[in-house]
């Protein structure tokens, strides 16, 4: 079992910036790839962002490529969703996940899941 906890979020005007956390216990955290997804109000669960496990690669939605950053401190056990140039259309609660299939796109392919924190962004 993994237990995922996010924080950071909050409410911020459009173009500030916002660093959301993950912190993770329970099993060895370098053991997983991780994802960000997020669910606006009315939509669906959507991908976002996502890295592997020694943090060498990362993946990024269209929506979010040159704004929002993914990183990962092993040590700390923690991964994170540096978001910048926040628009009101990002406003949604915002899941970590721990990625147990193949690939990292797929919802279906995360395990585990946190709560959430919710992201607002003003106009």
């Known amino acids: 079992q993994v237990q995922l906890v996010e924080s950071g979020g909050g409410l911020v005007q459009a173009g500030g910036s916002l660093r959301l956390s993950c912190a993770a216990s329970?099993?060895?955290?370098?053991?997983?790839?991780m994802g960000w997804f997020r669910q606006g109000a009315g939509k669906g669960r959507e991908f976002v962002a996502a890295i592997e496990r020694g943090g060498g690669s990362t993946y990024y939605a269209d929506s979010v490529k040159g704004r929002f950053t993914i990183s990962r401190d092993n040590a700390k056990n923690t991964v994170y969703l540096q978001m910048n140039t926040l628009k009101p259309e990002d406003t949604a609660v915002y899941y970590c996940?721990?990625?147990?299939?193949?690939?990292?796109?797929?919802?279906?392919?995360?395990?585990?899941w946190g709560q959430g924190t919710q992201v607002t962004v003003s106009s």
């Open positions: 329970g099993r060895t955290f370098s053991n997983y790839a």
């Open positions: 996940a721990a990625r147990t299939g193949s690939y990292y796109f797929y919802s279906s392919n995360y395990g585990y």
